[in-house]
């Protein structure tokens, strides 16, 4: 029985009554102070008041493990939460700062970090003062097997050189982004998955040059997708994360809880699609009747509820093998809700869409921003295709002799 704890209930209860009594509210408000801002990665002043108010309701880092910087949810605990926030996706998660890539760079920070990290960047990312970015896609390679890429890291003396471009650096536009999360190569010649390493890199560190912000699908996103280059970036040996040779491990570390957390929030958008659909299908009339009255439709309204119900099972699946068994036994779990969670998601969200017509596709309704949202965490964090080949080759091995 996948039954959450009556702690995460508690957080269930009054999480969805900031999302009803805040969040949805504040929602155009939002939208306003975007338009009206000069830059599409402005900080808006609503968003600020949301966190001010989620810390006071003590609705705040609800994804950290540690007791000792959060309330230590486990991942089942945290789950339904992260769904919760999934429903205004674009502001929620931030809202209560539980949003990517923040929480995956604080949990680097927490158990690989130094004192002196912990002090000059955790705490400030923990207090929702500053925002960071996580830097590993290359233009140049498939970043999807992360021993692809070729920043180099040159060791020296007294720390390392770092030469290389990367791009999709989420939240590499916010305007408090302080710090970098860098992978590369330090140590070329070595065994294969013992080549990258981890450094912290402010974002100001000379020679560090933010060449223009991704759009995607034609979206600007308000945190930002960077193409950051690096040339002749000087780091300190203090500024390595764990030590030479562990940034592959750290980042399957990274990876294990935030997809947990990417595929509860999808389920959630994929929960507020079902609701506009059904209400958009209960408001419209067409050939005399409703359009919930069609037969594609009803079916249509039937699978969503049938998928994401499939989706939340598996994930919150996932999430209790994670806590009781670790990522590495849970690795098959985690990539299965990876390639079902968004696709599923998108799913819905265009059919809503579709019963929308031509609202749909406007700034009018949120499906348009969703869909590209989830199709772009279809690729995000490793794209279908590299997670169904682990787990084919899991399955695979089952039967070989």
């Known amino acids: ?43 808006p002043q609503i968003l600020e008041d ?39 996706i674009e502001i929620a998660p931030e809202s209560i700062n539980c ?111 933010v060449v223009r912000n991704l759009p995607v699908f034609g979206y600007h996103d308000r945190e930002g997708h960077a193409e950051i280059t690096f040339e002749n970036v000087k780091v300190p040996a203090s500024d390595i994360l764990k030590g030479e040779g562990e940034g592959f491990a750290i980042s399957q570390a990274r990876l294990g809880p935030g997809r947990i957390h990417h595929c509860m929030r999808a389920i959630g958008a994929a929960e507020r699609a079902l609701e506009l659909m059904v ?13 919930s009255s069609r037969a594609n439709i009803q079916d249509w309204i039937a699978e969503a509820r049938i998928e994401i119900d499939q989706a939340r099972l598996l994930t919150l699946h996932a999430a209790d093998m994670m806590d009781k068994h670790g990522n590495k036994v849970a690795k098959n779990e985690i990539a299965e809700i990876k390639v079902v969670a968004p696709a599923m998601a998108l799913k819905i969200i265009d059919r809503a869409i579709q019963v929308h017509g031509g609202a749909g596709v406007t700034e009018d309704f949120p499906l348009a921003s969703m869909w590209a949202h989830m199709r772009t965490l279809r690729l995000a964090d490793g794209p279908d295709e590299v997670h169904k080949r682990s787990i084919a080759r899991n399955e695979i091995k089952k039967y070989r002799k």
Not at 52 to 78: M, V
Not at 128 to 136: D, K, L, R, V, Y
Not at 152 to 179: I, Q, Y
Not at 279 to 291: D, I, P, S, W, Y
């Open 1 to 43: 029985m996948l039954e959450t704890s009556e702690r995460s209930r508690d957080y269930q209860e009054r999480l969805t009554t900031f999302m009803n009594d805040f969040v949805y509210p504040a929602e155009s408000v939002y939208a306003e102070q975007m338009a009206a801002a000069d830059s599409p990665h402005t900080q």
């Open 50 to 88: 949301l966190k001010a108010e989620a810390k006071s309701q003590g609705l705040w880092n609800l994804f950290h493990p540690d007791p000792e910087w959060g309330p230590g949810l486990t991942n089942l605990e945290y789950a339904p939460l992260a769904e919760i926030t999934g429903h205004s």
């Open 279 to 291: 209400k958009r299908a209960e408001e419209r009339v067409t050939f005399g009747e409703k359009l």
């Open 99 to 209: 949003n990517a890539p923040d929480t995956g760079n604080m949990e680097v920070f927490t158990r690989f970090g130094t004192d002196e990290h912990k002090e000059k960047y955790l705490k400030p990312l923990l207090n929702g003062e500053i925002a960071s970015a996580f830097a590993m896609t290359e233009p140049a390679v498939a970043s999807s097997d992360a021993t692809n890429v070729e920043m180099r890291m040159e060791p020296t003396e007294d720390g390392f050189v770092l030469n290389g471009r990367k791009w999709f650096a989420s939240n590499g536009m916010h305007p408090n982004c302080r710090v970098l999360i860098v992978m590369g190569k330090t140590s070329p010649d070595a065994e294969v998955h013992r080549q990258q390493s981890m450094l912290v890199v402010p974002i100001d560190a000379p020679g560090v040059t």
